[in-house]
């Protein structure tokens, strides 16, 4: 008898949605078997069997959410017992709907105006002073509305000025809005919610610092349209160039390709790279891994493929984790510089900003040159400024000089 529970296929998964079950009820089930399509906070991932027997009873169904390690399925020959296990399996949760469209703010009734009170009948005369009249009509009060206060009821000075001060301000009428909800409250995806959920505990806990530098790109901008442009090649992307240079300068400052664990910080040996792709929901971070051993070659058409296969939610369960460093790059949309939120339990991450053509001094001279923005964010628990620095210094240093991104 085998137990099919909801797998944990990220380090930030908490619940799993069941997408689709590839195998019914009675079926044959050999181990290795994939069961079901889960969907995580980051992809739509196959979930194995990891035992033989009829696919006895499915608990959570298609669309309903449990948290991870809870009792979905259970495999079993005809013959054995399975009450035991479906006593104590826990209700499943169907999952919450996509959008919803809150009703239209109703509309408050305006209040009437006060009905006006005229103290001087109409067709009789206002008994008014002259300096009355005239600071009347230089302020807009209107002297029948006006009692007075002077003699026989004449209205004079003070009468005037108290209206003017006591005058309600004139409120100009609300514009006409279109008919419709004013708003839309959208329910959060799996991917936002979880972004929601674990960006406090990264920001809020980490103390993290920056370091800026500026690269000169035009070498590698140079070296990157020549290898476009030959016959039968994958396109180098100014992404798969910066890969290739953290990946061997991480080599050689491993103490930027780290983490914090608590009591002990733990330095990785091989560079497991996290490349930000934005989705339409959320932003996910599949993992390249063992940068440190591709060439740029590879790097190129392994990360395109990762991307692709991000955005269509088909990543394996091996990308969704582990990652010990990690690179966003925003200069696709024209952002020039920006600093990212490190992942934890990664130790640093690398913001990319757009290679953009700028002047620059070139001797005495102002040309122009492209430039690109590298932020580096840092846990100060894992390393100071210095190693921050040096290590950016060296990816600066590759990619000005990139013939030796090609060793």
Same mark, same amino acid.
């Given at each position: 008898?085998?137990?099919?529970?909801? /797998?944990?296929?990220?380090?930030?998964?908490?619940?799993?949605?069941?997408?689709?079950?590839?195998?019914?009820?009675?079926?044959?089930?050999?181990?290795?078997?994939?069961?079901?399509?889960?969907?995580? +906070?980051?992809?739509?991932?196959?979930?194995?069997?990891?035992?033989?027997?009829? *696919?006895?009873?499915?608990?959570?169904?298609?669309?309903?959410?449990?948290?991870?390690?809870?009792?979905?399925?259970?495999?079993?020959?005809?013959?054995?017992?399975?009450?035991?296990?479906?006593?104590?399996?826990?209700?499943?949760?169907?999952? =919450?709907?996509?959008?919803?469209?809150?009703?239209?703010?109703?509309?408050?009734?305006?209040?009437?105006?006060?009905?006006?009170?005229?103290?001087?009948?109409?067709?009789?005369?206002?008994?008014?002073? /002259?300096?009355?009249?005239?600071?009347?009509?230089?302020?807009?009060? +209107?002297?029948?509305?006006?009692?007075?206060?002077?003699?026989?009821?004449?209205?004079?000075?003070?009468?005037?000025? =108290?209206?003017?001060?006591?005058?309600?301000?004139?409120?100009?009428?609300?514009?006409?809005?279109?008919?419709?909800?004013?708003?839309?409250?959208?329910? *959060?995806?799996?991917?936002?919610?979880?972004?929601?959920?674990?960006?406090?505990?990264?920001?809020?806990?980490?103390?993290?610092?920056?370091?800026?530098?500026?690269?000169?790109?035009?070498? =590698?901008?140079?070296?990157?349209?020549?290898?476009?442009?030959?016959?039968?090649?994958?396109?180098?992307?100014?992404?798969?160039?910066?890969?290739?240079?953290?990946?061997?300068? *991480? *080599?050689?400052?491993?103490?930027?390709?780290?983490?914090?664990?608590?009591?002990?910080?733990?330095?990785?040996?091989?560079?497991?790279?996290?490349?930000?792709?934005?989705? +339409?929901?959320?932003?996910?971070?599949?993992?390249?891994?063992?940068?440190?051993?591709?060439?740029?070659?590879?790097?190129?058409?392994?990360?395109?493929?990762?991307?692709?296969?991000?955005?269509?939610?088909?990543?394996?369960?091996?990308?969704?984790?582990?990652?010990?460093?990690?690179?966003?790059?925003?200069?696709?949309?024209?952002?020039?510089?920006?600093?990212?939120?490190?992942?934890?339990?990664?130790?640093?991450?690398?913001?990319?900003?757009?290679?953009?053509?700028?002047?620059?001094?070139?001797?005495? =001279?102002?040309?122009?040159?492209?430039?690109?923005?590298?932020?580096?964010?840092?846990?100060?628990?894992?390393? +100071?400024?210095?190693?921050?620095?040096?290590?950016?210094?060296?990816?600066?240093?590759?990619?000005?000089?990139?013939?030796?991104?090609?060793?």
């Amino acid at each position: 008898m085998t137990k099919v529970v909801m /797998p944990k296929l990220s380090e930030a998964m908490e619940t799993g949605k069941v997408i689709k079950w590839l195998k019914k009820e009675g079926d044959r089930v050999q181990g290795g078997d994939i069961l079901a399509e889960v969907e995580t +906070d980051k992809a739509d991932v196959e979930m194995e069997a990891f035992g033989a027997g009829l *696919l006895r009873k499915i608990i959570v169904q298609v669309g309903e959410v449990a948290p991870v390690g809870a009792l979905i399925g259970i495999i079993a020959e005809a013959d054995e017992d399975i009450s035991g296990m479906l006593v104590s399996a826990p209700a499943p949760t169907l999952a =919450a709907a996509s959008a919803v469209a809150s009703s239209p703010t109703p509309r408050v009734a305006a209040a009437a105006p006060p009905a006006v009170v005229m103290a001087t009948p109409a067709g009789q005369r206002v008994k008014a002073s /002259p300096l009355a009249k005239k600071i009347a009509a230089q302020s807009g009060v +209107d002297l029948r509305v006006i009692p007075g206060s002077g003699p026989g009821g004449r209205i004079v000075r003070r009468d005037v000025e =108290a209206a003017a001060v006591a005058r309600p301000v004139a409120v100009a009428p609300a514009p006409v809005t279109a008919a419709g909800p004013e708003y839309e409250d959208v329910a *959060l995806s799996q991917i936002r919610a979880i972004i929601a959920k674990r960006m406090p505990l990264a920001k809020a806990p980490v103390p993290h610092f920056y370091v800026t530098s500026e690269v000169a790109m035009d070498p =590698a901008w140079d070296l990157r349209e020549e290898l476009n442009a030959l016959e039968g090649q994958p396109k180098i992307s100014v992404n798969d160039l910066v890969i290739r240079a953290c990946a061997l300068s *991480l *080599l050689r400052h491993p103490g930027v390709n780290a983490s914090f664990q608590g009591e002990s910080i733990r330095v990785h040996r091989r560079a497991h790279i996290g490349i930000a792709v934005a989705l +339409d929901e959320g932003l996910i971070t599949p993992v390249l891994r063992d940068c440190q051993a591709k060439s740029l070659t590879q790097i190129a058409v392994e990360a395109r493929d990762l991307a692709e296969r991000a955005r269509v939610r088909k990543l394996r369960a091996n990308e969704l984790s582990g990652a010990t460093f990690s690179i966003s790059n925003l200069g696709m949309f024209d952002v020039a510089a920006f600093s990212a939120i490190i992942n934890p339990p990664e130790g640093a991450i690398l913001a990319v900003g757009a290679v953009r053509r700028v002047p620059v001094v070139a001797g005495d =001279a102002v040309a122009v040159g492209r430039r690109m923005a590298l932020t580096i964010s840092c846990d100060h628990r894992v390393m +100071d400024g210095a190693m921050g620095a040096r290590f950016l210094q060296d990816v600066k240093r590759l990619l000005e000089e990139p013939l030796r991104l090609l060793a």
